[in-house]
């Protein structure tokens, strides 16, 4: 047993070598000696069994609005007191993300936008594996090519702007603007890196209301039309909250669903037996996905705050407490998933945590299983002897906080 003191939050990001390097190391030894750790550096408890962590996704009462957590939660309390500069939206648009905001205005939001989008994600396979086509169309004739980049990079952007209903003449702009905007998710940016995310959601913001206010005087047939709609039906959302929940499917599915396919892309090919037996089993990539989210999940953490004093894994936690349920930890917990650190498309075991849990799963899971499906079934398909440039190169991992995703993928088809 290490006499190292147990990591904390900042030791659990991609800033950290160590972690960056095998996350497991460190999420196993605090599993195995304090499943439900106090950091009082980052003034919050870190929770790493699986069944501790689905039982507080799972408890409906629990708060997710930082504002309610205690003064100690530094991290917590960040998301909501930090102020920057240069940011021209409305305080209404800023603060009716439903990501942070509990009950009863979360699920005022929430729920007709998740009717609304469900509804579109159910008959967009077609839309999906035209993106798909239409980036892997310029990479037939490559011999080499970075499979983040070229493909995992751009499905997402892709396919949610044609679901929202963006003009296929602003998509470049749309495309350089969501990547801005996903630096908003860097608690740790630099200076140039506030600054372009503060250019970036301010054009589109802009940019979405524009698109709103057309789509509210001629519809289309697009999740923006759709939501506009809803509203003239009485649906209780003002523009703010509609705006900004839009921008929120783009800057959270885009992220996190490139991270999903280039994951995917990645552990195929190292684990070649695998690949074959998707290649033998088609039927398999359902599975073979879930497998992915739970492996490599793109999404490190998520964050709840205690409601009332209670107990949590055997630990007392007090009102206002704030609990970071490690997501990454959980899915390799052994408890729940035996052989935990094997690659097996056909697992069966408990279900991943890749997507939070409760009222808060997250509300863009149909769109991405459906994007990451299509996606690696196409690859495979047009690239029958892909394989990595460079095998043996270990591999380089962005260092974008509580997220994981490579910072290239260099294959040879």
Same mark, same amino acid.
């Given at each position: 047993?290490?006499?190292?003191?147990?990591?904390?939050?900042?030791?659990?990001?991609?800033?950290?070598?160590?972690?960056?390097?095998?996350?497991?190391?460190?999420?196993?030894?605090?599993?195995?000696?304090?499943?439900?750790?106090?950091?009082?550096?980052?003034?919050?408890?870190?929770?790493?069994?699986?069944?501790?962590?689905?039982?507080?996704?799972?408890?409906?009462?629990?708060?997710?609005?930082? !504002?309610?957590?205690?003064?100690?939660?530094?991290?917590?309390?960040?998301?909501?007191?930090?102020?920057?500069?240069?940011?021209?939206?409305? !305080?209404?648009?800023?603060?009716?993300?439903?990501?942070?905001?509990?009950?009863?205005?979360?699920?005022?939001?929430?729920?007709?936008?998740?009717?609304?989008?469900?509804?579109?994600?159910?008959?967009?396979?077609?839309?999906?594996?035209?993106?798909?086509?239409?980036?892997?169309?310029?990479?037939?004739?490559?011999?080499?090519?970075?499979?983040?980049?070229?493909?995992?990079?751009?499905?997402?952007?892709?396919?949610?702007?044609?679901?929202?209903?963006?003009?296929?003449?602003?998509?470049?702009?749309?495309?350089?603007?969501?990547?801005?905007?996903?630096?908003?998710?860097?608690?740790?940016?630099?200076?140039?890196?506030?600054?372009?995310?503060?250019? %970036? #959601?301010?054009?589109?913001?802009?940019?979405?209301?524009?698109?709103?206010?057309?789509?509210?005087?001629?519809?289309?047939?697009?999740?923006?039309?759709?939501?506009?709609?809803?509203?003239?039906?009485?649906?209780?959302?003002?523009?703010?909250?509609?705006?900004?929940?839009?921008?929120?499917?783009?800057?959270?599915?885009?992220?996190?669903?490139?991270?999903?396919?280039?994951?995917?892309?990645?552990?195929?090919?190292?684990?070649?037996?695998?690949?074959?037996?998707?290649?033998?089993?088609?039927?398999?990539?359902?599975? #073979?996905?879930?497998?992915?989210?739970?492996?490599?999940?793109?999404?490190?953490?998520?964050?709840?705050?205690?409601?009332?004093?209670?107990?949590?894994?055997? %630990?007392?936690?007090?009102?206002?407490?704030?609990?970071?349920?490690?997501?990454?930890?959980?899915?390799?917990?052994?408890?729940?998933?035996?052989?935990?650190?094997?690659?097996?498309?056909?697992?069966?075991? #408990?279900?991943?945590?890749?997507?939070?849990?409760?009222?808060?799963? %997250?509300?863009?899971?149909?769109?991405?299983?459906?994007?990451?499906?299509?996606?690696?079934?196409?690859?495979? #398909?047009?690239?029958?002897?892909?394989?990595?440039?460079?095998?043996?190169?270990?591999?380089?991992?962005?260092?974008?906080?509580?997220?994981?995703?490579?910072?290239?993928?260099?294959?040879?088809?």
């Amino acid at each position: 047993m290490s006499d190292a003191p147990l990591p904390g939050v900042f030791q659990l990001t991609p800033l950290n070598p160590e972690f960056s390097d095998d996350p497991h190391a460190l999420l196993d030894r605090l599993r195995d000696a304090c499943p439900v750790h106090r950091d009082t550096q980052a003034g919050t408890f870190i929770l790493t069994r699986h069944g501790d962590v689905r039982g507080v996704l799972s408890d409906t009462t629990m708060w997710r609005s930082p !504002e309610r957590a205690e003064e100690a939660a530094l991290i917590q309390r960040a998301l909501v007191e930090q102020r920057i500069e240069g940011m021209r939206m409305s !305080e209404e648009e800023i603060r009716s993300g439903i990501l942070l905001m509990d009950e009863p205005d979360h699920m005022r939001i929430r729920e007709p936008f998740a009717k609304a989008l469900y509804k579109r994600v159910a008959r967009s396979k077609a839309t999906v594996q035209q993106v798909v086509d239409e980036w892997l169309a310029p990479l037939m004739d490559r011999p080499r090519f970075d499979a983040m980049a070229d493909f995992a990079l751009r499905v997402p952007i892709d396919v949610i702007a044609r679901i929202l209903g963006v003009d296929e003449s602003r998509l470049s702009e749309f495309r350089d603007w969501s990547e801005g905007a996903i630096l908003g998710l860097n608690p740790f940016r630099s200076e140039q890196e506030t600054a372009r995310f503060v250019d %970036c #959601a301010n054009k589109m913001s802009v940019y979405m209301g524009e698109l709103m206010a057309r789509r509210k005087a001629e519809p289309k047939d697009d999740l923006v039309s759709d939501m506009m709609r809803l509203q003239a039906e009485g649906a209780p959302l003002n523009n703010g909250e509609i705006s900004n929940n839009l921008q929120g499917l783009l800057i959270g599915g885009n992220l996190t669903t490139t991270d999903l396919i280039g994951n995917a892309i990645w552990l195929l090919l190292k684990h070649p037996s695998e690949l074959a037996r998707l290649r033998a089993d088609p039927a398999l990539i359902n599975s #073979a996905v879930e497998e992915v989210l739970r492996y490599e999940s793109p999404v490190d953490i998520t964050g709840r705050i205690a409601p009332r004093d209670m107990d949590v894994g055997g %630990c007392p936690i007090k009102q206002r407490q704030s609990l970071f349920m490690s997501l990454r930890g959980a899915n390799r917990d052994p408890q729940a998933f035996p052989d935990p650190h094997r690659f097996d498309i056909a697992r069966k075991d #408990a279900p991943h945590v890749a997507f939070g849990g409760g009222l808060h799963l %997250c509300i863009g899971a149909p769109l991405a299983r459906l994007e990451a499906q299509v996606a690696l079934t196409s690859f495979f #398909a047009r690239f029958p002897n892909v394989r990595l440039a460079e095998p043996d190169a270990k591999p380089q991992w962005r260092k974008m906080p509580f997220f994981r995703g490579l910072e290239a993928l260099n294959v040879l088809a």
